[in-house]
Every structure is written in C-alpha cells, then in structure tokens.
C-alpha cells in the first residue's frame, strides 16, 4: 500500500516562495500517476500539478504554469512542487496523491492520498 507524508508548508507573503515535498513508501515514485491538489475552505478540490507516464509529462493547471515546478527524486522517492510568486489565492492544504490513472486533475483518479500541508499566502 501506498504511503505518502507531505511537507514544507507555512506562512508566506505574497511574491514568496514554498517548497513542497511528499515523501512516497510502499511503491517507487514514478512507478504510476503522481498529483498535487489543493483545496481552499468552501472550495472544491482542484489540481495544481501532476507527474504522468513515469515523469514524462508533466501537467499544470494554468492558474500556476509558470510560476510552479513539480519533479520527482528518484533516490529519495520523492514528490517535489516548487512554488514561486505566491499570491493569495494559492492559499489553500496541498495534498499529494499516487496511483492516478485518466485525466491527470480529476481526484477520483487517484486511489492514495496524503494528509496535506497548509500554505498560506498572505
């Protein structure tokens, strides 16, 4: 089963940056679809980043194309999202989630989860 610990979140003023990382045991981690989602109080889940066909696509929602990076250590089996020129809207819990299979930001596609890390932008 996959286990996945997510971390690096916190305070930031807007124009700041974050790193986050997600830590993967139970299965290598470009072994299957690897996501980031984020979820702000009184939204719906939403997709920021994913890593597909073994980190060889590498999809971002368009509200963070430029300005987020997410890449995948395989010595350290991890999940990285490196996160530039916060704004207050990217407030929200990151969650990381494995095992994904269809389109890449829709949640129910992904059958393991992390228990989130809060960013705050403001």
């Known amino acids: 089963q996959v286990q996945l610990v997510e971390s690096g979140g916190g305070l930031v003023q807007p124009g700041g940056s974050l790193n986050l990382a997600c830590a993967v045991s139970?299965?290598?981690?470009?072994?299957?679809?690897m996501g980031w989602f984020r979820q702000a109080p009184g939204k719906e889940r939403e997709g920021v980043a994913a890593k597909c066909f073994g980190g060889r696509f590498t999809p971002y929602a368009d509200s963070v194309n430029g300005r987020f990076t997410s890449s995948l250590d395989k010595a350290t089996n991890t999940l990285s999202l490196r996160m530039n020129y916060l704004r207050a809207e990217d407030t929200g819990m990151y969650y990381c989630?494995?095992?994904?299979?269809?389109?890449?930001?829709?949640?129910?596609?992904?059958?393991?989860w992390g228990q989130g890390t809060q960013v705050t932008v403001s």
């Open positions: 989630a494995a095992s994904g299979r269809g389109q890449w930001d829709v949640p129910d596609n992904y059958d393991s």
């Open positions: 139970g299965d290598t981690v470009n072994s299957n679809g």
